[in-house]
C-alpha cells in the first residue's frame, strides 16, 4: 500500500528525561493531534511510524508528545530536528471538516430557542476550533464539537446549537 505525507512540523528538543518530546507545529492549517494515532518521522529519507500514546498543547504552536517507542533521553536526542508528518489522508479529513463549517458563516444562530446572534468567522488558529459569533455587539467564540451542535438548517441560514452556560457572558 502506497502513502502520502503531510509535513506538519519538527522536533525542536527533548522535555524532561522518559522520553517526551516537544513537536513544532509549522503547517498552519493543521489543527491538532486529537485524531491522530501514528506520527510518521523521517530517518534515513524513510518515514518511521511512532504510536502517538498522548499529546498536549505547549506554548506557542508546539506540543508535547510522548511516543510509545520512545523511553529515554537518548532516543529522544536522535529526535530531534527531524521532520513529523501525518498520513495525508487524516489532513484532507481535518481540511474537509473545517471547509463544512465555513458554509454556515453568516447563517443565524439560536441557543434554546432563542435567537442569539450571527456567526462571522471560524477561527482555527487555536487548539481548538471555534465559530466566532456577534451576540450583542462583541465577538464570542464557541467551541466547534459535534455535541454544541444540535442542527443545521442550510435551507434557512439557521444553526442550533447548545451553548454552555456563562460562555456568552465572557
Known amino acids: 500500500m502506497d502513502f502520502s505525507y503531510t509535513k506538519i512540523g519538527t522536533i525542536a528538543s527533548k522535555h524532561g528525561s522518559s522520553g517526551n518530546l516537544i513537536l513544532k507545529v509549522s503547517n498552519k492549517n493543521f489543527n491538532g493531534l486529537s485524531k491522530v494515532n501514528f506520527l510518521f518521522i523521517e530517518i534515513n529519507k524513510k518515514h518511521i511510524p511512532f504510536r502517538l500514546d498522548n499529546s498536549s498543547t505547549f506554548r506557542n504552536k508546539s506540543y508535547k508528545i510522548k ?16 521532520s513529523v508528518f501525518i498520513e495525508s489522508d487524516d489532513h484532507k479529513d481535518e481540511k474537509k471538516e473545517t471547509h463544512v463549517y465555513s458554509e454556515v458563516i453568516n447563517f443565524q444562530v439560536y441557543s434554546n430557542k432563542e435567537k442569539i446572534g450571527k456567526i462571522i468567522g ?28 444540535i442542527k443545521i438548517d442550510k435551507e434557512n441560514k ?8 456563562g460562555l456568552l457572558d465572557i
Do not use: C
Not at 67 to 82: C, G
Not at 158 to 165: A, E, M, Q, V
Open 67 to 82: 511516543l510509545n517507542e520512545v523511553n529515554d533521553e537518548y532516543y529522544a536526542n536522535q529526535l530531534i530536528s527531524k
Open 158 to 165: 439557521n444553526i442550533f446549537l447548545r451553548i454552555p452556560d
Open 122 to 149: 471560524i477561527n482555527e488558529n487555536l487548539p481548538q476550533q471555534v465559530f466566532e459569533i456577534n451576540y450583542n455587539s462583541k465577538t464570542v467564540m464557541v467551541p466547534i464539537h459535534k455535541d454544541l451542535i
